[in-house]
């Protein structure tokens, strides 16, 4: 069975990403570990553990992994998530705890435990990884596969013009991860809107099943459906995590995807968090790829059947 370790700053989106995965028959959890992010490093921590605890599936271990980012100061999305990140609506009280061992020494550890194995699930900024990457890079060449969701992808930005959320906190650890020659596949936040959202009908169904699990993933993104009812009018939940976990349980839902070469924007402030994607097309000052691919990004999703499947998953 495939073994993964979920990489999370465990907001809302990211618990209905973890239920998939926990709750999955083709996936071992072998690790969650934790990062800085949508909340800071212990709310990420609590609430991870929180959604362990009221899904009906594997309890796989929690490490506390980095508390800020490689160089900046933390950007939070307590504004979108919640100040706790999970809707405000007192439901996070684990009775879980983590481990001792920290986040960078666990992914080291099982990637040399498991060589060719490991694969790695990314829903927020990818600081443990870089981290790991830096300490120990030749253990974590054994990495099998890296699935992020990050980048704005062919899209706008949805954190500054450019730049997409887990990017933008820990851009250097972005380049550090997309520089590892670890093989990569990047969900951007453009595949995750639109129809890949939780509807207004898509939440009665979650709620109306009963599940404890449902229930939460539907409680716990109250703070974002209220964000996005301000923003747009729209009464929808967008879960770009859970589109993220999607690819990596279910990959006949993607349906075009392409090698691209992905260069991280760190220098210009404006720019800062973005990644500038090149899918080999050829352009008036170069024919195909200048720089050789450094990761495969997904350009789109079929829809129905990623959503027919997850609300299955929540509602078994």
């Known amino acids: 069975m495939r073994k993964i370790i979920i990489d999370t700053d465990t907001g809302s989106d990211d618990a209905v990403a973890l239920m998939m995965a926990l709750k ?45 980012p490689l160089f900046r100061d933390l950007v939070t999305a307590v504004n979108v998530h919640g100040e706790d990140g999970m809707g405000d609506d007192d439901l996070i009280h684990p009775s879980l705890e983590p481990e001792k061992e920290h986040a960078v020494d666990a992914i080291i550890r099982l990637a040399a435990r498991y060589p060719g194995e490991i694969e790695i699930v990314a829903i927020g900024p990818v600081t443990n990884i870089a981290l790991s990457i830096l300490k120990a890079p030749e253990i974590m060449k054994n990495v099998k596969h890296i699935y992020s969701m990050g980048t704005a992808g062919f899209g706008p930005g949805n954190t500054t013009p450019v730049s997409e ?22 969900i951007g936040f453009d595949v995750c809107l639109g129809d890949a959202a939780l509807n207004r009908e898509d939440m009665e169904r979650l709620l109306s099943s009963g599940k404890k699990e449902a229930v939460f993933a539907v409680k716990c993104n109250r ?12 009464h929808f939940v967008d879960l770009p995590d859970a ?33 500038i994607l090149h899918d080999g097309r050829n352009l008036s000052i170069s024919e195909g790829f200048v720089h050789e691919p450094n990761a495969v990004v997904c350009k789109r999703i079929y829809n129905p059947l990623f959503k027919e499947r997850l609300l299955d998953l929540l509602t078994q």
């Open 24 to 68: 999955s028959s083709d996936v071992n959890v072998a690790a969650v570990t934790t990062v800085c992010g949508n909340v800071p490093l212990e709310l990420a921590t609590k609430n991870a553990l929180m959604t362990i605890e009221v899904t009906e599936g594997e309890r796989p271990p929690v490490y506390k992994g980095a508390s800020k």
């Open 165 to 186: 959320f887990n990017v933008y906190v820990d851009a250097e650890a972005y380049r550090v991860m997309l520089e590892s020659g670890i093989p990569v596949t990047i």
């Open 223 to 234: 703070s974002l459906l209220e964000y996005n009812l301000r923003a747009s009018g729209g």
């Open 243 to 275: 589109v993220a976990m999607g690819v990596v349980l279910w990959d006949d839902i993607v349906l075009e995807k392409s090698p691209c070469h992905c260069y991280v924007c760190t220098q210009e402030e404006a720019a800062y968090g973005q990644v």
